[in-house]
């Protein structure tokens, strides 16, 4: 049984570009959400998609957008890159009907901006 | 909105030894509460979970959490610290959204030193 799997691990962008991430949640979870993880601190919520719609969102920026598949895998895309965009980014899978709040994470996405 | 503390950015302790890393919460309703391990350039890992069971949790690889409601605290401990044990230890609490949707909230974590 695979968990969640991110793509690509490790990627370096300039200023001013636009990087796209994936994902694919664990089988049999419907809900994904992103996370950015800045060096040194906790990972801060971006937003989270069930039925191909973004539901609930962090306190981030609208350069940050994602969507969702009908696999229920996702995307999160960051447009106009900032050098404090740089940050392991994690995406997180749940069933959507057990309400106990776990979150299953991939290895994430490490993205360095230049 | 729901938040957690963990004090103590960095914890040492010499194999063998008690391992204590504190965490406290803030919510208004019953909270859900999570501990989680990070290896060097890995995701999160879960260690363990209280959801208004049993107030001691046990988790994987010996580690347990006490949830005290008196003390809005959620300390995880391992009574014998292991060489693998040390990472970055997160505390978190589910946030419930509504309409099915929820979102952890993570502490700042605490990086955990073993020493021979």
């Known amino acids: 049984d695979a968990g969640v799997t991110q793509s690509p691990t490790h990627l370096i962008k300039t200023r001013g570009q636009q990087v796209t991430l994936r994902c694919s949640p664990k089988?049999?979870?419907?809900?994904v959400s992103w996370y950015q993880q800045a060096l040194g601190q906790g990972p801060q919520f971006i937003f989270q998609?069930?039925?191909?719609?973004?539901?609930q969102r962090g306190n981030f920026p609208d350069r940050f957008s994602g969507h969702q598949f009908p696999n229920y895998s996702s995307e999160l895309n960051v447009n106009a890159l900032l050098l404090g965009d740089s940050a392991l980014y994690l995406c997180?899978?749940?069933?959507?009907?057990?309400?106990?709040?776990?979150?299953?994470f991939g290895e994430g996405s490490r993205l360095t901006v230049l | 909105a729901q938040s957690v503390t963990q004090l103590g950015s960095h914890v040492s302790v010499s194999e063998g030894a008690l391992v204590l890393l504190r965490c406290n919460y803030s919510?208004?309703?019953?909270?859900?509460l999570f501990w989680y391990v990070q290896y060097p350039n890995q995701g999160l890992q879960l260690l363990l979970k209280?959801?208004?069971?049993?107030?001691l949790v046990k988790g994987i690889n010996g580690f347990e959490a006490e949830f005290k409601k008196s003390e809005t605290s959620f300390h995880l401990t391992k009574p014998s610290a292991h060489m693998s044990d040390a990472a970055e230890y997160f505390c978190?609490?589910?946030?419930?959204?509504?309409?099915?949707?929820?979102?952890?909230?993570f502490g700042t974590g605490t990086q955990l030193k073993v020493e021979l």
């Open positions: 998609y069930y039925e191909e719609e973004e539901r």
């Open positions: 978190a609490v589910s946030d419930n959204l509504g309409g099915g949707g929820n979102k952890l909230t």
């Open positions: 089988s049999g979870h419907d809900t």
């Open positions: 997180a899978s749940r069933p959507r009907d057990r309400d106990t709040g776990e979150l299953f």
């Open positions: 919510s208004s309703v019953p909270p859900y």
């Open positions: 209280y959801t208004s069971a049993a107030t």
